[in-house]
């Protein structure tokens, strides 16, 4: 869909509503959305957004987007553990999404060469104002980031925050606390399942699964279809909030998304793993030779995973399931100080 504007009313429009300058915009012809070219570290983006009432009609609704980039480096070392900042991105919209301030970290050190996982949680984020600018429904990423495979002893997570007030220079203090995981600390904190492909359909018995109150299951196609038209009863009962609050088009829309997304094939396998305590970390499929097999996809709703892969899963291949332990846990503190704005 193409606006009717052209690249001199567009520019106008984003110079009257943001007040910063910036160059010609360039149309993407297979896509709503067009760029702006700034100057310095500036860039400016109009995304355009078709929105169907139920009578039919539509309308383009315009987001405008101010969005400004800065690479820094800033650093602190607690233990073996470094924690600095390679990226901060702050965005601003008159929109009701895309907000936010993002900030990028890198975490180096000894400690995660063995490591399968670690996760941040933020509890204290202020601009130099004095503006407290954590999101509280978002203060810690719930799900553990993985180490880079191709960097021994790194790895980066990004920490989403509330808009820094227009006149802040800098964040003054980002702190808190990096939680790694590392299974080698504790032997109970891996549940080893060989052969898992020949239990479909039944509870698995494990010792670790058992301390840490998971309970898995290997689903049939059988199983899974049963789970499917139950969820579709449930998206059919609740069809009617759907469409008074996005309308019939989108309510439609996302009722053929969910159904499509719940697709599997002959290569695909079905996890049911009810997990109260949020123990479980990570998966790994792997062949009777112990190489690694890796999905291709995969999809999560409620407690069933759903893993695609290219072949069928061999009867005698083996599962491991990484499941957070005392032991097998470290967390350290971190502090960042004076984090400039872009």
């Not at 038209?229 to 439609?252: L, P, Y």
Request: net charge positive.
């Amino acid at each position: 869909m193409h606006s009717s504007l052209n690249p001199s009313q567009w520019k106008e429009i984003i110079h009257d509503t943001n007040g910063y300058s910036v160059m010609t915009g360039v149309l993407f012809p297979t896509a709503p959305l067009y760029f702006s070219v700034p100057a310095k570290t500036k860039s400016a983006i109009i995304c355009y957004i078709l929105v169907i009432n139920p009578e039919g009609s539509h309308y383009m609704k315009k987001i405008y987007l101010i969005i400004f980039l800065c690479f820094i480096t800033v650093k602190a070392h607690a233990g073996d553990i470094t924690v600095s900042v390679t990226e901060v991105r702050d965005s601003r919209t008159t929109g009701q999404f895309f907000a936010g301030l993002d900030i990028k970290l890198r975490v180096m050190g000894d400690s995660l060469a063995d490591a399968k996982g670690l996760k941040f949680s933020v509890t204290k984020a202020t601009d130099d104002t004095g503006r407290d600018l954590l999101k509280k429904e978002d203060s810690g990423r719930k799900e553990f980031t993985k180490p880079d495979e191709n960097r021994t002893g790194q790895a980066e997570i990004e920490v989403k925050l509330k808009n820094p007030s227009r006149k802040a220079a800098v964040v003054r203090e980002l702190a808190g606390e990096v939680s790694i995981f590392s299974p080698s600390r504790d032997p109970n904190s891996v549940a080893s399942l060989s052969s898992f492909m020949t239990h479909s359909g039944k509870k698995i018995n494990n010792k670790a699964l058992t301390a840490a109150r998971v309970n898995l299951t290997i689903m049939t196609k059988k199983e899974f279809d049963e789970f499917k038209e139950q969820q579709k009863k449930e998206v059919k009962a609740k069809e009617g909030e759907m469409v008074k609050e996005f309308g019939e088009a989108m309510a439609k829309a996302l009722g053929s998304l969910f159904g499509g997304m719940m697709e599997i094939s002959e290569n695909s396998v079905i996890l049911n793993i009810a997990d109260p305590d949020s123990k479980v970390i990570d998966l790994e499929f792997s062949d009777a030779a112990g190489a690694a097999m890796r999905s291709g996809s995969s999809m999560k709703t409620g407690d069933i995973r759903v893993f695609e892969f290219e072949k069928p899963m061999p009867q005698d291949a083996k599962l491991t399931i990484f499941l957070m332990t005392p032991k097998s846990m470290t967390r350290t503190s971190f502090k960042l100080s004076n984090i400039a704005l872009p």
